[in-house]
């Protein structure tokens, strides 16, 4: 009965090794998985910021927001700059 239960136990702890194993390599897999997708997507959006007309809409985005602030909060910046005196 002892050998039977000493060997029930080295069966359990070498299923409970290949487990962990396995559970290690899956987790080793999708992080390469995920850095791999990073790259790729790091690599688009870099080509797409080296695209002449999407800085150009970039810009045109950026001042159109940078005039909408006072709009946003107009009791905050006076309309004239001679408000500033």
């Known amino acids: 009965e002892a050998f039977e239960l ?22 080793s897999l999708r992080e ?4 791999a997708l990073a790259s790729y997507l790091m690599e ?15 810009l045109i985005q950026s001042i159109e927001d940078v005039e ?7 009791d905050i910046f006076p309309r004239n700059i001679s408000d500033f005196y």
């Open 6 to 27: 000493k060997q029930k136990s080295a069966a359990a702890a070498e299923i409970k090794a290949v487990l962990d194993s396995w559970v290690r390599y899956e987790a």
């Open 32 to 35: 390469r998985e995920q850095k």
């Open 44 to 58: 688009r959006v870099m080509a797409q910021l080296r695209d002449q007309k999407t800085q150009q809409e970039i």
């Open 68 to 74: 909408n602030i006072p709009r946003a909060a107009p």
